[in-house]
């Protein structure tokens, strides 16, 4: 059964750090590339950063030097470091195979950030 869930989201001070997590089914994570995307409000969802099977990473530019993505495949999970939190990262985070995601989407977790 193809499942991707998502969790670590909440709120954050500016400034602030958040760990994200993704675990999916082996099925889903096994020799993929897998990325991070995420749905501010009013807006659409877009890419955020994703990795390679062997660890290579891409990042949107407004995230370079704060977030970092990386995997355990043991773990069939992917996960999503978020340092120096700003307030227009505010979203829902979702993971999904990249560079195009074709999984069913999970339910996301909710990312704010706010004084």
């Known amino acids: 059964q193809v499942q991707l869930v998502e969790s670590g989201g909440g709120l954050a001070q500016p400034g602030g750090s958040l760990r994200l997590s993704c675990v999916a089914s082996r099925s889903s994570f096994s020799g993929r590339w897998m990325g991070w995307y995420r749905q501010a409000p009013g807006k659409q969802r877009e890419f955020v950063a994703h990795i390679t099977t062997s660890g290579g990473t891409t990042y949107v530019d407004s995230v370079k030097g704060r977030f970092t993505i990386s995997r355990d495949n043991a773990k069939n999970t992917v996960y999503l470091q978020m340092n120096s939190l700003k307030p227009e990262v505010t979203a829902v985070y979702y993971c999904?195979?990249?560079?195009?995601?074709?999984?069913?989407w999970g339910q996301g977790t909710q990312v704010t950030v706010s004084a």
């Open positions: 999904n195979t990249a560079p195009m995601p074709f999984l069913p």
